[in-house]
């Protein structure tokens, strides 16, 4: 079992960055893939990124692609998701995940969230 806790969100003006963190403790957290949903006031929750148990391969979700890099240290148990020009519709609770499937983009098949951190991007 891996237990989740994210950091980093916040207030942020359109255009603007944040990075997001997640710490994992537990079992060892290069046992996972490692990902990231949001979700927004009255919507289903998304898929935005995952990353292999290595950090070798990466995947987003098509309205992050060029803005958003997931990436991960083992050694020190975290992983990140870096967010540039954000828009007001990344405007969400981010939620740091892990799971032991590659390439999938349901919450179902991931079995371990974090608490969600809140990210606000103003216009």
């Known amino acids: 079992q891996v237990q989740l806790v994210e950091s980093g969100g916040g207030l942020v003006q359109a255009g603007g960055s944040l990075r997001l963190s997640c710490a994992a403790s537990?079992?060892?957290?290069?046992?996972?893939?490692m990902g990231w949903f949001r979700q927004a006031p009255g919507k289903e929750r998304e898929f935005v990124a995952a990353i292999s148990w290595r950090g070798g391969s990466t995947y987003y979700t098509d309205s992050v692609k060029g803005r958003f890099t997931i990436s991960r240290d083992n050694d020190k148990n975290t992983g990140y998701l870096q967010m540039n020009s954000l828009k007001p519709e990344d405007t969400a609770v981010y939620y740091c995940?892990?799971?032991?499937?590659?390439?999938?983009?349901?919450?179902?098949?991931?079995?371990?969230w974090g608490q969600g951190t809140q990210v606000t991007v103003s216009s």
């Open positions: 995940v892990a799971g032991t499937v590659w390439l999938v983009t349901t919450s179902l098949e991931y079995d371990y």
């Open positions: 537990g079992r060892t957290f290069s046992s996972y893939v």
